[in-house]
């Protein structure tokens, strides 16, 4: 694969230096757009990629700028005249030429609307004020809608006059004379219809909708639930604004599995690939969310230093607390990532939180004795067998000295039986916490998988060193000094 790569670079590039307009053709109608585009992504002289759309037909070229990086499109549009910017434009959609919008500076989006055909104009800036990660920011205007009592043979005879502009033809939208949505035709119910027939005759009456303003995570859920390949975005009165299409759909899900990620790990979104992105940029979306989390590990900072006094007189409790932090953050960690999960995928309905909370805590219940069994058992031969650690013959409880009445395994087991108790303990509370925190999240309308990850480990991390010292001494301590 890597090698074709390679191919196809000193291909492309062969053709643009030796100006060979054939071999640039033939590239075109042989290889995707996305390629070609990945092919010359380093190439910045102007006048190269000028020879591309000047040789190259419309139908490719304008699909192909879609691909090119914004620092590309950024000298194309520069360099072009305006009778070349309008071409580019009539050749593409309105939703593709707000994705370059959006990521271009203020003086190119000036130009770009100034040039840009009345009817399109408007489409654009309809576009371009839906908020971000909305249905109305994503959908495309390029969509066939037909009155519902057009004949089979006056709506074949259109789409093939206008299906071409459109986004796609497969999926026919219905309306009536208020414009407002009443079903659905799939083009191959069309085909197979009576010319007499009328669309109200054939149409779907079981479509599926969404709002301009509803989640684009929400409507990328409702294309896999529903099985679609398109949908109608409607306005209030349900009139149609809109459609999208699987294509956004499956830059939605990429979209959004990245910025889940990036959330799950406390780094910031990327906009661009990783090689592409400057070092201090890099930087700078990994150090603030480092610093916060420091800020958040106060609490364990002040659980440790407020019983230094403990590890002092017992330094055998130093021993076992990573383990136990790991466990408990661990055992958080994974919660939230199914919580996370299922939230994203749009499982849970209003009134389930109840539910979710009891079925995690009997699941949480036999993980901990589970997992504090093994603690117990292991800490006792790690101790006994392979002398990990030693317990003190005193230590200073309350401002009062306190000489071990146990010995030998008996003392082992004491301490291998507090390891195992705070992890049982531990692995409930995380596992709460961690189910907890996403549908907190979402309640306050922030992302959920913010909630993972790196937050949800630091909480419990405060948690599991309280109940560990705690539980040392109110419970144990007495147990084995006196």
Same mark, same amino acid.
């Given at each position: 694969?890597?090698?074709?790569?390679? &191919?196809?670079?000193?291909?492309?590039?062969?053709? =643009?230096?030796?100006?060979?307009? !054939?071999?640039?053709?033939?590239?075109?109608?042989?290889?995707?757009?996305?390629?070609?585009?990945?092919?010359?992504?380093?190439?910045?002289?102007?006048?190269?990629?000028?020879?591309?759309?000047?040789?190259?037909?419309?139908?490719?070229?304008?699909?192909?700028?879609?691909?090119?990086? #914004?620092?590309?499109?950024?000298?194309?549009?520069?360099?072009?005249?305006?009778?070349?910017?309008?071409?580019?434009?009539?050749?593409?959609?309105?939703?593709?030429? $707000?994705? +370059?919008?959006?990521?271009?500076?203020?003086?190119?989006?000036?130009?770009?609307?100034?040039?840009?055909?009345?009817?399109? @104009?408007?489409?654009?800036? @309809?576009?371009?004020? %839906?908020? &971000?990660?909305?249905?109305?920011?994503?959908?495309?205007?390029?969509?066939?809608?037909?009155?519902?009592?057009?004949?089979?043979?006056?709506?074949?005879?259109? #789409? @093939?006059?206008?299906?071409?502009?459109?986004?796609?033809?497969?999926?026919?939208?219905?309306?009536?004379?208020?414009?407002?949505?009443?079903?659905?035709?799939?083009?191959?119910?069309?085909?197979?219809?009576?010319?007499?027939?009328?669309?109200?005759?054939?149409?779907?009456?079981?479509?599926?909708?969404?709002?301009?303003?509803?989640?684009?995570?929400?409507?990328?859920?409702?294309?896999?639930? %529903?099985?679609?390949?398109?949908?109608?975005?409607?306005?209030?009165?349900?009139?149609?604004?809109?459609?999208?299409?699987?294509?956004?759909?499956?830059?939605?899900?990429?979209?959004? /599995?990245?910025?889940?990620?990036?959330?799950?790990?406390?780094?910031?979104?990327?906009?661009?690939?990783?090689?592409?992105?400057? #070092?201090?940029?890099?930087?700078?979306?990994?150090?603030?969310?480092?610093?916060?989390?420091?800020?958040?590990?106060?609490?364990?900072?002040?659980?440790? +230093?407020?019983?230094?006094?403990?590890?002092?007189?017992?330094?055998?409790? !130093?021993?076992?607390?990573?383990?136990?932090?790991?466990?408990?953050?661990?055992?958080?960690?994974?919660?939230?990532?199914?919580?996370?999960? +299922?939230?994203?995928?749009?499982?849970?309905?209003?009134?389930?939180?109840? @539910?979710?909370?009891?079925?995690?805590?009997?699941?949480? =219940?036999?993980? !901990?004795?589970?997992?504090?069994?093994?603690?117990?058992?292991?800490?006792?031969?790690?101790?006994?067998?392979?002398?990990?650690?030693?317990?003190?013959?005193?230590?200073?409880?309350?401002?009062?000295?306190?000489?071990?009445?146990?010995?030998?395994?008996?003392?082992?087991? $004491?301490?291998?039986?507090? $390891?195992?108790?705070?992890?049982?303990?531990?692995?409930?509370?995380?596992?709460?916490?961690?189910?907890?925190?996403?549908?907190? /999240?979402?309640?306050?309308?922030?992302?959920?998988?913010?909630?993972?990850?790196?937050?949800?480990?630091?909480?419990? &991390? $405060?948690?599991?060193?309280?109940?560990?010292?705690?539980?040392?001494?109110?419970?144990?301590?007495?147990?084995?000094?006196?």
């Amino acid at each position: 694969m890597e090698e074709m790569e390679i &191919d196809l670079k000193e291909r492309v590039l062969s053709a =643009l230096e030796k100006k060979n307009v !054939a071999e640039l053709r033939d590239i075109f109608e042989t290889v995707p757009n996305i390629d070609i585009a990945e092919a010359i992504d380093e190439v910045t002289d102007p006048a190269l990629l000028l020879f591309i759309f000047r040789n190259v037909n419309n139908d490719y070229t304008a699909e192909f700028f879609q691909e090119l990086t #914004i620092n590309q499109q950024e000298l194309l549009i520069n360099a072009f005249s305006d009778k070349q910017l309008i071409e580019l434009l009539d050749n593409s959609f309105a939703d593709d030429i $707000v994705d +370059s919008l959006e990521e271009l500076p203020a003086n190119v989006v000036t130009r770009i609307l100034k040039v840009c055909p009345k009817d399109m @104009r408007a489409d654009v800036n @309809r576009l371009l004020n %839906y908020k &971000d990660d909305t249905a109305g920011s994503v959908m495309t205007t390029e969509y066939i809608s037909l009155l519902d009592k057009t004949t089979v043979k006056d709506a074949i005879k259109e #789409i @093939r006059q206008k299906g071409r502009d459109a986004e796609t033809v497969y999926t026919i939208f219905v309306r009536d004379s208020s414009r407002t949505l009443v079903g659905t035709v799939d083009l191959d119910d069309l085909i197979f219809a009576k010319e007499t027939e009328t669309l109200e005759d054939i149409m779907n009456l079981d479509f599926v909708t969404c709002s301009v303003n509803d989640d684009q995570e929400a409507v990328a859920n409702m294309f896999k639930r %529903y099985d679609l390949t398109a949908m109608a975005v409607t306005v209030r009165g349900g009139k149609i604004a809109g459609i999208i299409t699987v294509d956004d759909v499956v830059d939605i899900i990429v979209e959004e /599995a990245t910025e889940d990620m990036a959330h799950m790990n406390a780094v910031s979104d990327m906009e661009d690939p990783y090689l592409k992105t400057p #070092i201090f940029k890099l930087v700078w979306k990994c150090v603030p969310w480092i610093v916060c989390l420091m800020l958040l590990q106060i609490g364990s900072a002040f659980i440790t +230093s407020s019983f230094d006094y403990l590890i002092e007189s017992c330094a055998i409790l !130093a021993v076992f607390s990573p383990l136990i932090l790991d466990a408990g953050g661990n055992s958080g960690g994974q919660t939230t990532t199914l919580i996370v999960r +299922s939230i994203a995928l749009d499982e849970f309905e209003r009134g389930d939180f109840k @539910r979710v909370i009891w079925k995690e805590f009997r699941v949480a =219940l036999i993980i !901990a004795l589970i997992i504090g069994t093994f603690a117990t058992l292991w800490t006792f031969f790690e101790i006994s067998v392979l002398g990990i650690g030693s317990i003190p013959e005193t230590i200073e409880l309350g401002n009062e000295i306190h000489n071990v009445t146990l010995s030998g395994l008996a003392a082992n087991f $004491v301490v291998a039986l507090l $390891v195992g108790t705070t992890l049982l303990v531990t692995m409930i509370v995380s596992r709460m916490i961690g189910c907890c925190l996403p549908f907190l /999240a979402k309640k306050i309308h922030v992302d959920p998988a913010v909630m993972c990850g790196p937050f949800t480990t630091t909480i419990v &991390d $405060v948690v599991s060193l309280l109940t560990y010292f705690l539980m040392w001494s109110y419970i144990f301590a007495p147990l084995l000094f006196k």
